[in-house]
């Protein structure tokens, strides 16, 4: 003799169920098929699986399209800088032009920005260049004596006080500021040979210090003893220019910029491009950031790995199906749902919260009958119910409004009150 089926106790069970399974009533039989159990939806995992990658599927491989085209680009795409006057950035204020120029006329471009290294790699035979970093005094006072002592030939572009004074003591700023535009006005043949410049530096005056080395002012700058270039010739050769713009790749192309750039840096087969990094100087012995020694691809690579790990969590995170009505295991009367909440409210000594429902609900019925439109003001209903009843409105108010019970017989006597109040109501 099999025993009877349990039935779940009155007042248990949701009446709304979902595709995951959550809301079915204890006891159900489960059926099983070859793609895993039914739910109460009718569907399997296996099921609801396809159903979700169809949604999301074309998101995903979207994403995968994207990813892969980014990978390619990042991979392809020579890295360079987008530091200004540096010779791999591409950028109107780079000098990637120059440099290229450079290299296909045979010229070695060795690019750094430590010093230290600079002043290894040049020597007799040499072309040091030493380009303005992005603060003032990028050098200091070491590593300038260290340039300085290479006996290499030097090019400096726009050099602040500090560099000038250390290459060059013969020259000194002249802070002008009228390109006179005639010509070199010099005998230097790479100023010659360049013809005219673009220029809209302060240029330099020859300073008077004692020197057994001559200097040769060119592209005169307000008067003829201020020129925007300046060659300063004896054991070795020092070119200046007081334009940096003279090789970005932005004004490298105008009236003869090219040209007398070509002939400052082309003089001999290896070029020392230093370009001081700043912050190098300012944390000393400190060796380079994290994010400065890692190749320009890892970061396209994290941001895909990224993209992945967010399409997984998503993939593999639970969501709910669809909701779907479902049967109640058994049918509650009306009357045991409000005997239950009943008790609830004695159990909690919910008072007050009591009588404000049975307030509420038989203000809204007496609205009704006597014809109030909705949200009526408490006053008017209040008058309305005196009216039809004959009783003093203080008393209806009282009723209808007062204070909450504080005792179980105090909430009894209301609901009988407010029973014969609506008795005495008519339509």
């Not at 409004?401 to 109040?421: E, H, I, K, S, V």
Request: glycine share 10%.
């Amino acid at each position: 003799m099999t025993a009877p089926p349990t039935r779940t106790p009155a007042g248990v069970g949701s009446g709304v169920g979902s595709g995951s399974g959550v809301g079915t009533h204890s006891g159900a039989p489960t059926v099983r098929t070859t793609s895993g159990p039914v739910r109460g939806d009718g569907t399997t995992t296996r099921s609801r699986a396809a159903r979700r990658w169809r949604r999301v599927g074309w998101v995903v491989a979207l994403l995968a399209l994207l990813g892969v085209v980014a990978l390619i680009l990042a991979l392809v795409t020579s890295p360079g800088s987008k530091l200004p006057l540096a010779p791999d950035s591409t950028q109107p204020r780079g000098a990637k032009a120059l440099a290229q120029v450079l290299e296909a006329q045979g010229v070695d471009v060795h690019y750094t920005r430590d010093a230290d290294e600079a002043a290894q790699l040049a020597g007799p035979g040499t072309t040091l260049l030493v380009v303005p970093g992005l603060t003032w005094d990028s050098l200091d006072d070491d590593q300038l004596r260290a340039l300085a002592a290479t006996r290499a030939d030097v090019a400096l572009v726009a050099p602040d006080d500090a560099t000038l004074a250390a290459f060059v003591p013969e020259l000194d700023d002249a802070y002008g500021y009228d390109p006179l535009g005639a010509g070199p006005s010099c005998d230097d043949p790479d100023a010659r040979a360049a013809g005219t410049v673009s220029d809209q530096g302060g240029g330099y005056v020859a300073s008077g210090s004692s020197s057994d080395r001559t200097v040769t002012l060119c592209f005169p700058v307000d008067t003829a003893d201020v020129g925007s270039y300046a060659v300063v010739q004896g054991a070795t050769r020092v070119a200046v220019y007081d334009d940096a713009r003279l090789f970005t790749n932005r004004d490298v192309a105008q009236a003869g910029n090219a040209a007398l750039a070509l002939r400052m840096l082309g003089r001999h087969h290896d070029l020392v491009w230093l370009l001081p990094d700043d912050r190098a100087q300012a944390s000393g012995d400190a060796g380079p950031a994290a994010a400065s020694v890692l190749p320009t691809w890892c970061w396209a690579l994290l941001g895909w790995s990224l993209v992945v790990v967010l399409v997984l969590a998503l993939w593999r995170g639970r969501r709910l199906g669809p909701l779907v009505p479902e049967d109640l295991p058994v049918v509650v009367r009306a009357a045991e749902t409000t005997r239950g909440r009943a008790r609830l409210y004695r159990a909690g000594r919910t008072r007050g919260h009591a009588a404000a429902g049975l307030r509420a609900r038989t203000a809204q019925r007496l609205a009704t009958r006597l014809g109030l439109p909705r949200g009526t003001e408490p006053v008017g209903l209040v008058t309305a119910v005196a009216r039809a009843t004959g009783r003093p409105a203080p008393d209806v108010h009282d009723l209808l409004y007062g204070p909450p019970p504080t005792t179980d017989d105090a909430l009894l006597a209301l609901a009988r009150r407010l029973d014969d109040l609506e008795s005495e109501v008519h339509p």
